[in-house]
């Protein structure tokens, strides 16, 4: 048995409209879900550190500009008070940003030998936003400190 198919010609215009349908529904399909999503996004990138655990407040010093008039590159430092000792050291600080697609921004380690606990380098960031810094310490304790960045337009505000 065979059958018979019939090809119908395409016109230039109607391919057009339509690979332009089918790439606007690939787009819409893919896109995240807004700030449901990011939030959703955060707290399992921080959880994969901390797991149960609560951070507390103190021992790090995150230092960012209030405002970031670049968000593709905004400068931050640390620093986190601990003797550096073979028992009390910091054996890790990871660095979240809120509001950026993913979160985990970047992840520093040390051990006795680091001598202090401190980096510093560059983030980008999608848009104004929290960044948290996460020290797990030797003996297991999670200190964490937060700030909001202001990023900006074009200097001009937004």
Not at 99 to 111: E, I, K, L, Q, T
Not at 116 to 127: G, I, Q, T, V
């Amino acid at each position: 048995m065979t059958a018979k198919v019939e090809l119908m010609r395409v016109g230039r215009r109607d391919f057009v409209r339509g690979a332009t349908a089918v790439a606007a529904m690939a787009a819409i399909i893919s896109l995240p879900g807004g700030p449901a999503h990011a939030e959703r996004n955060l707290q399992e990138a921080m959880k994969s550190v901390t797991g149960d655990a609560k951070p507390m407040e103190g021992k790090v010093s995150l230092t960012l500009p209030e405002i970031a008039e670049n968000g593709n590159t905004v400068p931050f430092s640390f620093t986190v008070e601990s003797p550096m000792s073979d028992t009390d050291y910091v054996k890790a600080v990871h660095i979240f940003a809120s509001g950026n697609p993913r979160p985990d921004v970047a992840s520093f380690m040390f051990s006795p030998a680091s001598g202090k606990a401190a980096a510093n380098s560059r983030m980008r960031l999608a848009k104004t936003q929290d960044v948290i810094a996460i020290a797990q310490m030797s003996d297991g304790k999670l200190y964490m400190a937060k700030r909001t960045v202001k990023v900006t337009i074009g200097g001009c505000g937004g």
